[in-house]
């Protein structure tokens, strides 16, 4: 990561102008749930958010790994763009949702490596395999490093996983290995909402916390707007962003300053 001085409380003097925040959920807006599919609507984030879709001059679009489905029950919210599995699945805040993937083309493609991850997964700790629909995720967080790197990786190389058809992709993190269709892309998702829901005059700011939301920060700052890193020292950016903050507490202050 870029050494990045904190986020000054003045917010580069956006106080009345346009500014259309894209936020990253886990890490970010919420401390990391104990397991990936957990799912506990948080009020004090739910408030925030509401806060912040109800001002005339701020526009909220939440970015997430997660399914659409769950995005929707933690954030009970009208008027805001939801965008799970990195952008796959759209809900614009009019209600209409969009699929930007055809799940017939990469099902299969899941269904037939689905029970390979969860053979080499079998009665070894600390992991936990993920089935998104659109995507497979197999978490390693609680599993003992040498256990993580072996399975990660023979997960990674099994044989089927090639030839690939054109539309997957693997993201791989630490302890974390994830096969999606190739638009799963945090950047490709801000970049699609903000060419198809021009918002005239407004600045982009992408908040997030990791490796995940790299491509994010580098479509926003492209567009004249702010990358705004939450500091997640298992998980290391390693692109420029524009401040750091250290904490999901101190990344809802800071949007609490916006709204
Ligand atoms: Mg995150």
Redesign the pocket.
Known sequence: MMAAAGCASDHWGLAAQKVWLFL?????LAEFSPTPETVTPDPAVIALIRRLADHPLRRVAVVSGRRLGDLQKLLPVASIYLAGVYGIELLTPSGEMIQRADLHEIRPFLARIKPRWQALIEGQEGFYLEDKGWALALHARFAEEDAAARVLSAARDLPDNAPLPDRVRFLEGRKFLEVAPSLADKGEAVAHLLKTYRWRGAKPIYI???DK?APAFGVVRSKGGRAVQVSNPARQVTVEVDCVLESPAAAREWLDGLA
């Open positions: 990253d959920y886990d890490g970010t997030g916390d990791d939301d």
